[in-house]
């Protein structure tokens, strides 16, 4: 059975850090992803990563605040938030794709998704 399993949200002052995981079972995949919803929101991108080349994408609304990385041998991704604000303040997803992005925009493009997580929260307070 194919399962994302995500971790590490929580309670943070703005400015401080927090690091989610997302941990693969039941296969590998070619791409993983981090979108968010916040309250009153529609469901956004925030970063991606290949499983092969490690390659990134960033939104621009993150961009030099969170770093996406693997760990192949835990088939574990991870997104390292630092300087948080309160509008980063949602419901934070991992999605995982089987088969490789190619193409402009390709990584933002939920619909493109296989395997979604159950989601955790990250809360900034100001």
């Known amino acids: 059975q194919v399962q994302l399993g995500e971790s590490g949200g929580g309670l943070v002052q703005t400015g401080g850090s927090l690091r989610l995981s997302c941990a693969a079972s039941?296969?590998?995949?070619?791409?993983y992803a981090w979108f968010r919803r916040a309250p009153g929101k529609e469901r956004e991108f925030v970063a991606a990563i290949s499983w092969s080349s490690g390659s990134t994408d960033y939104a621009n609304s993150v961009k030099g605040r969170f770093t996406i990385s693997r760990d192949n041998a835990k088939n574990t991704v991870y997104l390292k938030m630092n300087s948080l604000k309160p509008e980063d303040t949602a419901v934070y997803y991992c999605?995982?794709?089987?088969?490789?992005?190619?193409?402009?925009?390709?990584?933002?493009?939920?619909?493109?998704?296989?395997?979604w997580g159950q989601g955790t929260q990250v809360t900034v307070s100001s």
């Open positions: 039941g296969r590998t995949f070619s791409s």
């Open positions: 999605a995982a794709k089987i088969v490789g992005c190619s193409g402009s925009g390709c990584y933002a493009r939920s619909g493109l998704y296989d395997y």
